[in-house]
């Protein structure tokens, strides 16, 4: 069970890294709807979203290794939070242009 429990772990890690790694690289380029290149708050948005997930899913890699059951519990809530987050952001400019 420790085992599986590492492997999603893991996995989440890698997802929330790649996530934050794609909203960094694509804050001066168009992606989908959206033009971060022509919108400064947008772009900044993005930049610091890709930073904090880019932390977060590294340290959930990182805890996929410990036995602190705490924080893991609170690297969970604030990959989900996060995440969540940038999607709201996204929801919001999609609205508002």
């Not at 900044?44 to 290794?65: E, R």
């Not at 996060?82 to 929801?91: A, R, Y």
Request: proline letters at 2%.
């Amino acid at each position: 069970m420790q085992n599986i429990a590492t492997a999603l772990f893991i996995g989440l890690g890698l997802i929330v890294v790649f996530l934050g790694w794609y909203v960094f690289s694509h804050r001066n380029k168009p992606v989908i709807i959206f033009h971060p290149e022509k919108d400064r708050s947008l772009s900044k948005i993005m930049l610091v979203l890709g930073i904090v997930l880019i932390i977060c899913g590294s340290l959930s890699i990182i805890s996929a290794f410990t036995t602190l059951m705490i924080f893991k519990i609170i690297l969970l809530i604030c990959d989900a939070v996060f995440v969540s987050s940038l999607s709201f952001l996204m929801l919001a400019y999609s609205i508002g242009n």
